[in-house]
């Protein structure tokens, strides 16, 4: 495996950061949180040069893995930042585009990839070049799918069902022989307030219950914080009951206190509180995760005590979320995943999102539906094994 080149990745986030469907997923400091959970620890950047802006001897024009240091491409295996391919030092504005990968353990030494929110690629691509950028991504990770024991890889660029791109995309990825992906740990349809109106205007494009809500929770005098990664374990006990009594499967304490040190300034943990009485200690009753990045603020994990629902805490926590957002300059405000939408546009009550849907749906904002996930299938037969053991055990 080459290990000669020296880390780029202030290169490849600059250009994730510089094109409409690069995201946070996609970014060094995701795969360094990513490299901290059991079972993820080999993360890999593949990038895809533009043959037509570097110059390439003649013996790489038709071999395009030798644009990428004539072997596998660099691997991370520890916990530290991943290394970087970007074709022997190419930069970024000469690549057609490249993904984060995330090579998951499988059970009897199996593995397969994800490839969260990508692969990202320019996005003045010809459809030609786009499919060579594809051919040539898949191309890569087929060279070392033997040595990692490869099942399957899957992809979901954040591209909209609706989008012009929509259909390019969806013929090259038939052509590819790629099928739409049996889970996804990324949502279809989510829930984005733009964040370009005055607050006033914010407010009155939310549902009358929203805005009633988020009264209530002033009446109730609800304090909210933007606090340090040293209250995390305030969170943790929130998210902990709400799973609880939700039914959805939380992480551990080390997974948020991981997420939040690693991300560094594109996470923040913010929490509510109450004063019950006033000489009594205040009590946190609802918290959130969001993350940022470029344009955009994320609702990405939130918990809430269900014996003081009454206070509507988390509708004051995401307007001031929000406000706070606004501020910074920050243009949208992402809800990340609601239900799927029937023909009437009402939530599928059986989505396994239904449930925080409602919630959601009372600050407004725009539904954006993404095409789903994709899958590449390398091991057909252990492909199957393993969807047969998931359902076998539910």
Known sequence: MSTHRTPALHVWNDFVKSQPLGSLYQTS???????????????LFITIPDLQMVQVAPSSRNNPQSLLGGGSPDLSLGGGSPDLSLGGGTPAGASLGGGLIIIRTLPLGMAWIECPRGPVFRDDLSPAQLEYFFKTFFEQIQSFTHEYKIVHIRIDPPIEKNSPLAATYESIIHHLHLRPAHASYTPETTLIIDLTPSEEDILKQMKPKGRYNIGVAKKH????????RDHVNEFYNLIAQTGARDGFATHNLAYYESMLEALGDSAALWIAYVLATPNAPRKPIAALIATYFTDTATYYYGASSYDDRHLMAPYLLQWEVMRDAKEKGYTKYDFLGISSLDATGNPLRNHPLAGVTDFKMKFGGRVVTYIPAKELIYKPIWYGLIRLRKWMRG
């Open 29 to 43: 400091i995701w795969a360094h949180f990513q490299s901290t959970i059991p079972g993820k620890e080999k993360t």
């Open 221 to 228: 005098g609800i304090i909210i914080e933007h606090v340090t």
